[in-house]
């Protein structure tokens, strides 16, 4: 018996190949040394540590670029967007409530490459955003989802803001020159260093829309920045 037309499927979940994980720790040793300076670690086993889950996230990296059924296929995420759209505007609940997996498709769906926090205060982009998103949810859908490099760049951004902050023991930051507006400091250098060695097609997705590698490494600093200023708790 075929399958029923427009099933929703189950997330395939992280899949990559042995192939895959072992180039992605061959590139992590080449700056491995860089790595250890930008963290001030000297012990060879703290190293290796930061290592290891450099690699954990650039793997989970790769599958977002990769897996063909992401968050699309979610039933979860139909039946948020359903009642988003269908609600009047007052009783709309506000897209933060939504689960990550549910902002990010609708984050896929705004135009012209815009960020959710973009249009926090246009409800009427975002409810553009989240019809198309609910359109797209028609079934499974073969090849890497639209979107889906955006989802990728997003989770890494985070990441390394969250690895550095565990290994180098201080909060990422960034320093603003008011005179040209460029940014620098060490979670940057530590941003560009991974950067070096991303996936092509997330890099090449950056430089393509940004221009530059360089505005690509400053939107990842910033995106970490108010992920670790969001998530991590205060001292009591």
């Given amino acids: ?34 790595l250890a300076e930008l963290t001030a670690l000297r012990e060879p086993g703290e190293v290796d540590a930061l290592i290891e889950e450099l690699a954990v996230e650039l793997r989970r990296c790769w599958s977002k670029l990769r897996d063909r059924d992401l968050a699309y296929s979610d039933p979860v995420v139909r039946q948020w967007l359903t009642k988003y759209v269908e609600l009047p505007e007052n009783k709309r609940p506000s897209i933060w409530e939504a689960d990550p997996s549910t902002r990010g498709i609708v984050e896929d769906c705004l135009e012209n490459n815009l960020f959710i926090e973009d249009v926090s205060d246009k409800p009427d982009l975002v409810l553009e955003a989240a019809k198309r998103a609910l359109e797209g949810l028609a079934g499974a859908r073969r090849g890497r989802p639209k979107g889906s490099d955006r989802s990728a760049y997003r989770h890494i951004g985070q990441e390394l803001a969250v690895i550095y902050q565990k290994f180098s023991l201080k909060n990422p ?14 979670y940057k250098e ?34 970490g920045i108010d992920h670790f200023k969001t998530t991590s708790k205060p001292p009591r």
């Fill in 173 to 186: 930051s960034r320093v603003v020159d008011p005179a040209d507006s460029s940014e620098s400091g060490p």
């Fill in 190 to 223: 530590f941003v560009e260093t991974v950067v070096s060695i991303l996936p092509g097609p997330l890099k090449k997705y950056k430089s393509a829309q940004n221009s530059s590698i360089s505005k690509s490494v400053d939107h990842l600093v910033r995106i």
């Fill in 1 to 34: 018996m075929g399958r029923p037309p427009n099933k929703l499927q189950a997330w395939q979940g992280d899949r990559w190949s042995p192939v895959v994980g072992k180039a992605i720790e061959r590139r992590l040793r080449l700056i491995r040394p860089k």
